[in-house]
C-alpha cells in the first residue's frame, strides 16, 4: 500500500504543476528507484543496510555515515532557506546540479510558504505537491538520497498562507488549560505534515520575565511551572503528528539587559541557580518528558560566553544530562555573533569551529549555506576540526530524518487530501475555544458585563478596534482573515442596536517611541479624531473601547521603555470617559501593560492579548455572556516601569514597601475574573508526612453563583525552611474546570519528589525534610486555603 501511494503521488504531480522548462528536465525521466518495502536511494540496485527499513536506526546511521564523503557529511550541517529569502528557485532545475546542495542538504526553512511570493502556497495540496517535488530532487538526484527535513515556524499555528491561526503564546498561556494546548500542538502539527513540513520551529521556551522585552507576546508566561507545563503539552502534539518539534531559543535568551532587543540580545543577568531553577525549566522538561527532537541556539551569551560556542549548553546539559536525541540549529547570525558580536573568534571561521566543537549541528540563517559549509570543510583539511567531530554532528541530523521515517517515506504521500485538512472547519472552531479561553477579565465594576445584547446603541472605538492584520502575533499563520472586534459585535448584537464606528486615534503617535520620555500633546490631526469619538460617547448607551499594541510595538526587536499604552490612546479615553457614557475597554496586546487610570475608572476591562483569528468572535462572546471569562493571567502587571523586575516566583522581601517607593503590582500573576463565584472547601493533603515527598492535595470547588464558569484551581506550596532561600510562593499543580451553577467536583493534585527539590549549597538537587506550605487559591493573591506536611529523612 505504501509503495502503491508513492508511486500515485510521483503520477500525479506534473498533472498539478505547470513547471518550466529547466524543472522538467530535472523531473523528465524517474529512475526506477522505488520498490516495494525499500527505497534504492544510492542507485545501485541492491538494498543497502541504511535502506532497509528493519534493521535498527543506529545500524542504518552507521553504514550511511560509512558511505558519506566529506562533502556530503558537510552539507547536512547547513540551511538552505527558501524561495524568496535565499533560493532563487520555486523548484528544482538544472542549475540545482551546480549548487553546494547537489551534494544534499540538512534542511530547507519556510520554503513556498505563502502569496504574493509564490503560486504554490495555495491550495494546500499545491504546496504539498511542490515540496515533494524538491523532496525528489534530493531523493534521486543526489548520490546518496538523502531525503531534506522542511522546517518552519510554527508557534500559534503553521507559518504558513492561511493556516489555522491560534492565540499568540502569552494568550495560550492564559488559558492555563494543557490538554487544549496538547489540541493546537497536534493541529499544528497536522496541518504542517499535510503542507508537506517536517519540522515545527515551536514551542518558545523562554519565559517572559521582563515585560520591556519585545518578545514576551511569544512565550507561556514568566512562571517555569505553568511554562514547563505547556511546552510539554505543545511538543507531545506536534510530535504525535510525525513532525519535530524544535524548541526555541536556548537558552538564558529572553532576559537581555534591561530587556533590550534586537543587537541587544546579549549579557543577561542571571546567577546560575535561577538559570537552572527557572530558565532552563521549561526546555528540560520538554525534552526529558516529551522527547523533543529539535533545539535551536541562541544569539546571547551566559556568563561571557556565547551560547552557540557553549559546550556545557549545547552538550554537557542538553545531551549528557537531559538525554536530547535531536539535532540543534543556530538562531539566524548566532553563529557568525561569535565573531562578529561577542568578540571571542578572531574570524568567522574560528567562529564556526566554536560552534561545531561546542556541539551544534546545523547552521542556519538568510545567506547561501557555503558561507558555512565552505569554511567548515577548509578547517577538517586543515586539521582544526575532526572527522569524527563532523561523523557526531552528522549523526545527529540523520537520526531525525530516520525517525521521521523520510528515508523510507520521503513524500506528502495523499497530497489532495491536505485541501481537507489544513483550515477545516473543526480547527477553526478550535481556534474559537482557544480564543474564548485566553481571555481575561480584569475588572468588573457593579457587573457592567455582560452586555444586553438589545442594547440600544453602542459605540466602537479605538485603534485595534477594527484592527485584523496587525494584532495576530508573528511567527504564526499568514495571510489569515481575523474576524475584528467590531466584527464581532456587530454580528452579535440584535437587528435592533446601533453600532457606530469611529477610530479615535492611531495607535502610535508621529512622534512615537521617543514620545515615551519626552511626551507630547494631541496634535492637530488627531484632536478631531478624539473629539469626534468623544461627541459620538454622548449619544449612545455604551463604549467599548478597544485598545492595546501591535506588531509594531510588540514582537522580535520591539523592545519598549514604558509599559504604558502608546500613543493617545489613554488620551482617547480619558475623553471618552468624561462623557459619563458607560465603558468597557477592551485591550489587544502582547505583553504586560501599566493601565493605572484606566484600572481606577473604568468600569470594566477585558484582556484579549492577540487572540487569533477568530478573536473578535471570541470577544465579543465574552461582552455579551455567551462565554462565561475564565482565563488567568500568566504574567505580572506591575504598576509602573519603574518597578521591574516585578515578577513570579519572587524569593522573602523583594517586594517590601519602602518610603519613597510605589509597592504592590496592578494584577498579580494567576489573576482573572469571572462572572460567577466559586466556593473552595475540604482541603486534604495525604499523607501529612512522608518519606519519599510523594504527597496528594484535593480540593472541593464549587460554582456558587448563577452563570456557568470556568474556574483555574492553582496550587502553590512553600518550603518553610530550606538550606537556601526559595520563593515565598511556588506554583506546582493547576486545574482548569467547567461548572455549571451549584456543581461542585472534587479536585485532585499529586506532588512528587521533584517539585519539592532544590538546588542546596553544593548545586545538588535534593529534597530536603522538612515542613512544606500548600496553598490553593484562585491566584497567587487570592489564596482561599491553606495547609501543610513534612516530609522527613528515611534514614
Same mark, same amino acid.
Request: glycine residues 8%; contains cysteine.
Given at each position: 500500500?505504501k509503495?502503491?501511494?508513492?508511486?500515485?503521488v510521483?503520477?500525479?504531480?506534473?498533472?498539478?504543476?505547470s513547471?518550466?522548462?529547466?524543472?522538467?528536465?530535472?523531473?523528465?525521466? %524517474?529512475?526506477?528507484?522505488?520498490?516495494?518495502?525499500?527505497?534504492?536511494l544510492?542507485k545501485?540496485?541492491?538494498?543497502?543496510?541504511?535502506?532497509?527499513?528493519k534493521?535498527?536506526?543506529?545500524?542504518?546511521i #552507521?553504514?550511511?555515515?560509512?558511505?558519506?564523503?566529506?562533502?556530503?557529511?558537510?552539507?547536512q550541517?547547513?540551511?538552505?532557506?527558501?524561495?524568496?529569502k535565499?533560493?532563487?528557485?520555486?523548484?528544482?532545475?538544472?542549475?540545482?546540479?551546480?549548487?553546494?546542495?547537489?551534494?544534499?542538504?540538512?534542511?530547507?526553512?519556510?520554503?513556498?510558504?505563502g502569496?504574493?511570493?509564490?503560486?504554490?502556497?495555495?491550495?494546500?495540496?499545491? =504546496?504539498?505537491?511542490a515540496?515533494?517535488?524538491?523532496?525528489?530532487?534530493?531523493?534521486?538526484k543526489?548520490?546518496l538520497?538523502?531525503?531534506?527535513?522542511?522546517?518552519?515556524?510554527?508557534?500559534?499555528g &503553521?507559518?504558513h498562507?492561511n493556516?489555522?491561526?491560534f492565540?499568540?503564546?502569552?494568550?495560550?498561556?492564559?488559558?492555563?488549560?494543557?490538554?487544549?494546548?496538547?489540541?493546537?500542538?497536534?493541529?499544528?502539527?497536522?496541518?504542517?505534515?499535510?503542507?508537506?513540513y517536517t519540522?515545527?520551529?515551536?514551542?518558545i521556551?523562554?519565559?517572559?520575565?521582563?515585560?520591556r522585552?519585545?518578545?514576551?507576546?511569544e512565550?507561556y508566561?514568566?512562571d517555569?511551572?505553568?511554562?514547563? %507545563?505547556?511546552?510539554?503539552?505543545?511538543?507531545?502534539?506536534?510530535?504525535?503528528e510525525?513532525?519535530?518539534?524544535?524548541?526555541?531559543?536556548?537558552?538564558?535568551?529572553?532576559?537581555?539587559?534591561g530587556?533590550r532587543?534586537?543587537?541587544?540580545?546579549?549579557?543577561?543577568?542571571?546567577?546560575?541557580?535561577?538559570? #537552572?531553577?527557572?530558565?532552563?525549566?521549561?526546555?528540560?522538561?520538554a525534552?526529558?518528558?516529551?522527547?523533543?527532537?529539535? &533545539?535551536?541556539?541562541?544569539?546571547?551569551?551566559?556568563?561571557g560566553?556565547?551560547?552557540?560556542?557553549?559546550?556545557?549548553?549545547?552538550t554537557?546539559k542538553?545531551?549528557?544530562?537531559?538525554?536530547?536525541?535531536?539535532?540543534?540549529?543556530?538562531?539566524?547570525?548566532a &553563529?557568525?555573533?561569535?565573531?562578529?558580536? =561577542? =568578540?571571542?573568534?578572531?574570524?568567522?571561521?574560528?567562529?564556526?569551529r566554536?560552534?561545531?566543537e561546542?556541539?551544534?549541528?546545523?547552521?542556519?540563517t538568510?545567506?547561501p549555506?557555503?558561507?558555512?559549509?565552505?569554511?567548515? %570543510?577548509?578547517?577538517?583539511?586543515?586539521?582544526?576540526?575532526?572527522?569524527?567531530t563532523?561523523?557526531?554532528r &552528522?549523526?545527529?541530523?540523520?537520526?531525525v530524518?530516520?525517525?521521521?521515517?523520510?528515508?523510507? =517515506?520521503?513524500?506528502?504521500?495523499?497530497? /489532495?487530501?491536505?485541501?481537507?485538512?489544513?483550515h477545516?472547519?473543526?480547527?477553526?472552531e478550535l481556534?474559537?475555544?482557544?480564543?474564548?479561553?485566553?481571555?481575561?477579565?480584569l475588572?468588573?465594576?457593579?457587573?457592567?458585563?455582560?452586555l444586553?445584547?438589545?442594547?440600544k446603541s453602542i459605540l466602537?472605538?479605538?485603534?485595534?478596534?477594527?484592527?485584523?492584520?496587525?494584532v /495576530?502575533?508573528?511567527?504564526?499563520?499568514?495571510?489569515?482573515?481575523m474576524?475584528?472586534?467590531?466584527?464581532?459585535?456587530?454580528?452579535?448584537?440584535?437587528?435592533?442596536?446601533?453600532?457606530?464606528?469611529?477610530?479615535?486615534?492611531n495607535?502610535?503617535?508621529?512622534?512615537?517611541?521617543e514620545s515615551?520620555i519626552?511626551?507630547?500633546?494631541?496634535?492637530?490631526t488627531?484632536?478631531?479624531?478624539?473629539?469626534?469619538?468623544?461627541?459620538?460617547?454622548?449619544?449612545?448607551d455604551?463604549v467599548?473601547?478597544?485598545?492595546g499594541?501591535?506588531?509594531?510595538t510588540?514582537?522580535e526587536?520591539?523592545?519598549?521603555?514604558?509599559?504604558?499604552?502608546?500613543?493617545?490612546?489613554?488620551?482617547?479615553?480619558?475623553?471618552?470617559?468624561?462623557?459619563?457614557?458607560?465603558?468597557?475597554?477592551?485591550?489587544?496586546?502582547?505583553?504586560?501593560?501599566t493601565?493605572?487610570?484606566?484600572?481606577?475608572?473604568?468600569p470594566?476591562?477585558?484582556?484579549?492579548?492577540y487572540?487569533g483569528?477568530?478573536?473578535?468572535q471570541?470577544i465579543?462572546?465574552?461582552?455579551?455572556?455567551?462565554?462565561?471569562?475564565?482565563?488567568?493571567?500568566?504574567?505580572?502587571?506591575?504598576k509602573?516601569?519603574?518597578?521591574?523586575p516585578m515578577?513570579?516566583?519572587?524569593?522573602?522581601g523583594?517586594?517590601g514597601k519602602?518610603?519613597?517607593?510605589?509597592?504592590?503590582?496592578?494584577y498579580?500573576f494567576?489573576?482573572?475574573?469571572?462572572?460567577?463565584?466559586?466556593?473552595?472547601?475540604?482541603?486534604k493533603?495525604?499523607?501529612e508526612?512522608?518519606?519519599?515527598?510523594?504527597?496528594s492535595?484535593?480540593?472541593?470547588?464549587?460554582?456558587?453563583?448563577d452563570?456557568?464558569?470556568?474556574?483555574?484551581v492553582q496550587?502553590?506550596?512553600?518550603?518553610?525552611?530550606?538550606?537556601?532561600i526559595?520563593?515565598?510562593?511556588?506554583?506546582k499543580?493547576?486545574?482548569?474546570?467547567?461548572?455549571k451553577?451549584?456543581?461542585k467536583? %472534587?479536585?485532585?493534585?499529586?506532588l512528587?519528589?521533584?517539585?519539592?527539590?532544590?538546588?542546596?549549597?553544593?548545586?545538588?538537587?535534593?529534597?530536603?525534610?522538612?515542613?512544606?506550605?500548600?496553598?490553593?487559591g484562585?491566584s497567587?493573591?487570592?489564596?482561599?486555603?491553606?495547609?501543610?506536611?513534612?516530609?522527613?529523612?528515611?534514614?
Open positions: 500500500m509503495l502503491l501511494k508513492i508511486s500515485l510521483m503520477i500525479l504531480i506534473p498533472l498539478f504543476f513547471i518550466d522548462s529547466e524543472a522538467q528536465t530535472i523531473q523528465s525521466k %524517474r529512475e526506477d528507484i522505488y520498490h516495494r518495502g525499500w527505497i534504492d544510492n545501485n540496485h541492491k538494498m543497502d543496510p541504511y535502506e532497509n527499513q534493521l535498527d536506526i543506529k545500524e542504518r #552507521e553504514d550511511l555515515i560509512a558511505r558519506m564523503s566529506m562533502e556530503e557529511k558537510t552539507c550541517m547547513a540551511t538552505l532557506y527558501g524561495y524568496g535565499v533560493a532563487k528557485d520555486q523548484l528544482p532545475t538544472k542549475e540545482w546540479f551546480n549548487k553546494i546542495w547537489k551534494d544534499g542538504i540538512a534542511n530547507i526553512d519556510q520554503h513556498l510558504e502569496s504574493p511570493q509564490t503560486e504554490y502556497s495555495r491550495p494546500p495540496s499545491k =504546496h504539498a505537491q515540496l515533494n517535488e524538491v523532496q525528489k530532487f534530493f531523493i534521486e543526489t548520490r538520497g538523502i531525503p531534506v527535513d522542511f522546517t518552519q515556524e510554527g508557534i500559534h &503553521v507559518h498562507d493556516a489555522t491561526c492565540p499568540a503564546p502569552i494568550g495560550m498561556a492564559s488559558m492555563w488549560d494543557e490538554k487544549l494546548v496538547e489540541e493546537i500542538g497536534h493541529i499544528t502539527g497536522k496541518e504542517a505534515k499535510a503542507l508537506g519540522n515545527i520551529y515551536a514551542p521556551c523562554d519565559l517572559a520575565r521582563d515585560p522585552w519585545g518578545r514576551v507576546v512565550n508566561g514568566e517555569p511551572y505553568l511554562a514547563s %507545563r505547556l511546552a510539554v503539552a505543545m511538543v507531545k502534539g506536534i510530535q504525535a510525525g513532525v519535530v518539534s524544535t524548541l526555541k531559543h536556548f537558552c538564558v535568551y529572553g532576559i537581555p539587559k530587556g532587543d534586537g543587537p541587544c540580545r546579549t549579557d543577561p543577568k542571571a546567577p546560575l541557580r535561577d538559570v #537552572e531553577n527557572i530558565y532552563l525549566a521549561p526546555f528540560r522538561a525534552i526529558v518528558e516529551s522527547g523533543a527532537l529539535g &533545539v535551536m541556539a541562541s544569539y546571547n551569551d551566559y556568563d560566553i556565547p551560547i552557540t560556542g557553549s559546550k556545557e549548553f549545547l554537557k542538553l545531551c549528557g544530562e537531559w538525554g536530547f536525541k535531536g539535532y540543534k540549529v543556530s538562531d539566524s547570525d &553563529v557568525k555573533f561569535i565573531f562578529s558580536k =561577542h =568578540h571571542v573568534a578572531p574570524t568567522y571561521k574560528e567562529a564556526v566554536q560552534s561545531v561546542a556541539g551544534l549541528n546545523v547552521r542556519t538568510f545567506n549555506p557555503e558561507v558555512f559549509i565552505n569554511p567548515l %570543510r577548509e578547517l577538517v583539511k586543515e586539521g582544526k576540526l575532526s572527522m569524527k563532523i561523523d557526531e &552528522v549523526r545527529s541530523v540523520l537520526r530524518k530516520f525517525l521521521l521515517g523520510l528515508f523510507d =517515506h520521503p513524500y506528502v504521500e495523499e497530497p /489532495l487530501l491536505s485541501d481537507k485538512i489544513v477545516s472547519k473543526k480547527h477553526q481556534a474559537l475555544k482557544a480564543s474564548q479561553e485566553s481571555i481575561v477579565l475588572k468588573n465594576e457593579g457587573g457592567l458585563l455582560p444586553d445584547k438589545d442594547i466602537v472605538t479605538g485603534p485595534n478596534a477594527n484592527e485584523s492584520r496587525d /495576530l502575533g508573528t511567527y504564526g499563520p499568514i495571510n489569515v482573515k474576524i475584528t472586534v467590531l466584527e464581532g459585535i456587530k454580528n452579535k448584537v440584535s437587528s435592533k442596536t446601533e453600532v457606530k464606528y469611529v477610530k479615535g486615534c495607535l502610535v503617535d508621529k512622534e512615537w517611541p515615551e519626552l511626551p507630547n500633546p494631541p496634535s492637530e488627531e484632536k478631531p479624531r478624539i473629539e469626534e469619538a468623544k461627541s459620538i460617547a454622548k449619544t449612545v455604551m467599548i473601547v478597544v485598545l499594541g501591535s506588531n509594531r510588540c514582537g526587536s520591539r523592545s519598549r521603555t514604558s509599559l504604558d499604552l502608546p500613543g493617545f490612546q489613554p488620551d482617547l479615553v480619558k475623553a471618552i470617559y468624561e462623557t459619563g457614557t458607560p465603558t468597557v475597554v477592551v485591550l489587544l496586546n502582547g505583553r504586560a501593560l493601565i493605572n487610570w484606566i484600572n481606577k475608572y473604568i470594566a476591562i477585558i484582556e484579549a492579548w487572540p483569528e477568530k478573536g473578535g471570541a465579543a462572546d465574552v461582552l455579551f455572556g455567551d462565554y462565561n471569562p475564565g482565563g488567568k493571567l500568566s504574567v505580572t502587571f506591575p509602573t516601569v519603574g518597578q521591574i515578577n513570579f516566583p519572587h524569593n522573602p523583594t517586594r519602602g518610603r519613597c517607593r510605589v509597592s504592590g503590582v496592578l498579580p494567576g489573576y482573572g475574573l469571572s462572572y460567577t463565584d466559586f466556593e473552595y472547601s475540604n482541603l493533603i495525604t499523607p508526612e512522608s518519606a519519599d515527598g510523594n504527597v492535595v484535593s480540593v472541593d470547588v464549587k460554582n456558587v453563583g452563570m456557568k464558569g470556568d474556574e483555574v496550587l502553590y506550596i512553600n518550603d518553610v525552611v530550606s538550606s537556601v526559595t520563593p515565598v510562593e511556588e506554583l499543580g493547576f486545574r482548569r474546570i467547567t461548572l451553577p451549584g456543581e467536583k %472534587r479536585v485532585s493534585f499529586s512528587v519528589a521533584d517539585q519539592l527539590s532544590l538546588l542546596n549549597r553544593n548545586m545538588e538537587r535534593v529534597v530536603e525534610p522538612g515542613v512544606f506550605k500548600v496553598m490553593i484562585s497567587s493573591d487570592d489564596i482561599r486555603l491553606k495547609g501543610e506536611f513534612e516530609v522527613f529523612s528515611g534514614d
